[in-house]
Nanobody, 115 residues
Framework: QVQLVESGGGLVQSGGSLRLSCTVS????????MGWYHQGTGSQRVMVAI???????TYADSVKGRFTISRDNTKRTVYLQMTNLKPEDTGVYYC?????????WGQGTQVTVSS
């Protein structure tokens, strides 16, 4: 059974930084797409950044130049480095995995950016 566990959220001041981690347990194969999604209060869940194991990353326009997605396959972990955080970045961040015909979400981690 594949599970995704996020960590690294917290409270940070505007302009600060956080690094989120998503550790994968179970087999998602060597061909997969990992991503981070953001859900603000009363808002839909939206893509922040995705990374394909075949190469290539995609970022939402709102985070380009501020957020970086990366992965350490030896640790089975995907990271989201967030810098220059803004109050509108506040919300729950979810890790997502897609492989073969399956997908999975993590439980989410809360990020709060104070102004």
């Amino acid at each position: 059974q594949v599970q995704l566990v996020e960590s690294g959220g917290g409270l940070v001041q505007s302009g600060g930084s956080l690094r989120l981690s998503c550790t994968v347990s179970g087999n998602i194969g060597s061909s997969n797409v990992m991503g981070w999604y953001h859900q603000g209060t009363g808002s839909q869940r939206v893509m922040v950044a995705i990374d394909s194991s075949r190469g290539g990353t995609t970022y939402a326009d709102s985070v380009k130049g501020r957020f970086t997605i990366s992965r350490d396959n030896t640790k089975r972990t995907v990271y989201l480095q967030m810098t220059n955080l803004k109050p509108e970045d506040t919300g729950v961040y979810y890790c997502h995995a897609a492989w073969s015909v399956e997908t999975r979400w993590g439980q989410g981690t809360q990020v709060t950016v104070s102004s």
